[in-house]
């Protein structure tokens, strides 16, 4: 062009130079540039009310000229744009410079868009502020392509779900999330068992009908923050997170889901009206950073799964034998436990509690399961199971029933009728919501004396919900139990806590007993238990007392209460009646 002599279709552009007639023409020219301009533009005043916007615009946003004018752009706000985002823009222009960024506005219609914006301040000579301008593009359909494509890249299109990339991905994740949480995570390796011969026999699309079944089945077996992947082919994998921190527990947790998976695969299938029976092969490890790789961890779920193909399908293995044997015997384990409850195989024997030097005063009852085939199992092996598994609420029910019971015998005999029995209560127990009525209700149904009857809770288990575990307290003492605080010193009470309890005793736990003479700081931590006890008006009793020394340490600390194979072990109900009968007779006076 050439700027000495425009035609006068090719104005000069440059104002400078223009005279008012020129002006004119390049006004006509720029507004026709707008006016037909491909993108958005708006122009608004210095307080960002619209005077302006082109005939793009009126076409994106389905408002016409007339309706946006005198408006703020706000009014195009779908209220999916983050808020921060609105608060850098004003940042970015109020500084005079120009915000390029995108927006999700709403048309008229109500319907979301996207759109690329750049906005500019426009300044007079002296620097003043007159308007804003915006040019937009409408770029919805670009990102909805962006967003196919990755979709492509991370999702398998045949079942829709995550595929191997995105899987590896969210392993990644997983890892480093259980190295901060502490938390285990498992990999299950699915392989579905014959897939070849159903391909083969009746075509690929029943095959793919199959396996898009299979991903819906395996979705609806987990929770939503757990990942069901394909790999290809018959190949799933299902990512867990945030099981247990304890490994035992964890792989049982795995093995559930696994299972549940097993018996879901296992239902009928209808491919193209026809019914369909397959089974899976599931390879399991579990993960916790910082040990594993990902890579590690697919071979390993890999090996496994082979390993449950060797099995004989249909069939569940874990990556480790010493995982698979934990597991399997817990899981006959919880199998015992049920029929043990079925066919009355717990029983509770008795350990005296005494004063001074063997007056019997009472007695805490201790669980005992008679195994059928492996004789006397002590608590410590199955409780925990049983808390897990929910199966501590029918056995600590039988427990106090049984102890009531026992009571209320007793209290027909007079030589019998003073004696206490201390029970033990688990955490479940003791937390769940009608604890309370159903221990009035045995108490109210054996005639047991309230007042013989002492609970005996641990410090975890006090903590947990500090005011309710105060009301349910609260109302069984109005009952007339009372409550002793078991193997006392191992937790981590605070004293403020100690105060509100409503208890009567502390138990001094048998680890501090057993060390006394060996360890000083034990000692300390005996005569201190004491002291605090008798402080808070709390009697007390120390458990695991087994040499006349350790108990004439504790009498002299003036702990005179005390339990532990120095006086008895834990009897079957004859043999502790029959220990109160020597006793007696060693002392007719009873001291
Ligand atoms: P715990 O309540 O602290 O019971 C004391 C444990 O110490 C008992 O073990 C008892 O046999 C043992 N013991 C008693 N005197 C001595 C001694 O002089 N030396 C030594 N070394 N040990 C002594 P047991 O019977 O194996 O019970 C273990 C735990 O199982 C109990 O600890 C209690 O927490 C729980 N438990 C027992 N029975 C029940 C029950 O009916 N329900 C619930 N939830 N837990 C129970
Ligand atoms: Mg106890
Ligand atoms: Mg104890």
Not at 97 to 113: A, I, Q, V
Not at 359 to 373: C, D, I, M, N, Y
Not at 420 to 435: E, G, P
Not at 473 to 489: H, I, N, P, R, T
């Amino acid at each position: 062009m050439n700027p000495a002599a425009p035609s006068s279709e090719q104005a000069d552009l440059s104002w400078s130079s223009a005279e008012p007639r020129q002006a004119e023409a390049i006004l006509r020219t720029l507004l026709r540039a707008v006016e037909h301009s491909p993108v958005s533009i708006v122009i608004t005043d210095a307080k960002g009310n619209i005077e302006y916007v082109n005939p793009k615009f009126e076409q994106v946003s389905g408002y016409s000229r007339a309706e946006a004018t005198g408006k703020n752009p706000r009014m195009l706000k779908s209220g999916e744009s983050p808020a921060g985002e609105y608060r850098e823009l004003w940042a970015t222009i109020s500084a005079g410079e120009t915000w390029r960024g995108e927006f999700h506005n709403r048309r008229k219609d109500g319907t979301l868009y996207w759109e690329q914006a750049s906005i500019s301040p426009v300044l007079d000579e002296q620097g003043r502020l007159l308007h804003y301008v915006a040019v937009k593009e409408d770029i919805t359909e670009r990102k909805a392509a962006a967003d196919e494509i990755a979709h492509l890249a991370y999702y398998d299109t045949l079942s829709a779900l995550p595929n191997r990339r995105l899987l590896l991905d969210r392993l990644h994740q997983a890892l480093a999330a259980s190295a901060r949480n502490k938390r285990q995570g498992a990999v299950l390796f699915i392989d579905l068992d014959n897939f070849k011969i159903l391909n083969d026999t009746r075509g690929h699309d029943t095959g793919d009908l199959l396996l898009a079944q299979v991903a819906q089945r395996l979705i609806a077996c987990v929770r939503e923050e757990d990942t069901v992947a394909r790999l290809g082919g018959d190949e799933f994998v299902v990512m867990l997170c945030d099981l247990s921190e304890n490994v035992g527990e964890a792989g049982a947790q795995a093995k559930a889901v696994g299972e549940k998976i097993l018996d879901t695969l296992n239902k009928p299938y209808r491919l193209a009206g026809q019914e369909h029976l397959s089974t899976a092969s599931i390879g399991v490890t579990l993960f916790k950073a910082p040990h594993k790789t990902v890579d590690e961890l697919m071979k390993r779920a890999d090996l496994a799964m082979y390993q449950a193909k060797a099995a004989g399908r249909n069939t569940l293995r874990f990556y480790d034998p010493q995982m698979q044997a934990v597991v399997s015997a817990r899981a006959s384990l919880e199998a015992d436990l049920r029929q043990a409850l079925r066919e009355r195989q717990f029983l509770l024997h008795y350990q005296a509690q005494v004063i001074g030097r063997g007056k019997v005063t009472g007695a805490e009852a201790l669980l005992r399961w008679q195994h059928p085939s492996r004789g006397i199992i002590y608590p410590l092996e199955f409780i925990p199971l049983a808390e897990e598994t929910g199966l501590i609420l029918q056995i600590g029910l039988w427990v106090l029933e049984t102890a009531c019971a026992q009571l209320a015998a007793w209290a027909a005999r007079p030589e019998t009728a003073q004696l206490t029995l201390a029970v033990n209560v688990s955490a479940r127990q003791f937390h769940q919501a009608d604890f309370v009525a159903s221990v009035l209700a045995v108490l109210e149904a054996s005639g047991a004396n309230p007042q013989r009857l002492k609970l005996e809770l641990t410090e975890s288990l006090l903590l947990d919900d500090v005011d309710d575990t105060i009301a349910k307290m609260m109302l069984l003492k109005a009952g007339g139990v009372s409550f002793s605080l078991d193997d006392f010193g191992t937790g981590y009470s605070s004293l403020s806590y100690l105060k509100r309890l409503p208890l009567d005793q502390l138990k001094i736990d048998q680890s501090f007993v057993r060390d006394v003479f060996s360890d000083p700081n034990d000692a300390t931590i005996a005569r201190t238990i004491v002291a605090l006890a008798q402080s808070m008006g709390l009697k007390v009793i120390a458990e695991g007392v087994e040499t006349e020394l350790q108990r004439e340490f504790l009498a002299s600390e003036g702990c005179h209460a005390c339990q532990g194979y120095l006086f008895s072990r834990p009897l079957p109900i004859a043999g502790f009646e029959q220990l109160l009968t020597i006793a007696a007779a060693a002392d007719p006076s009873g001291d």
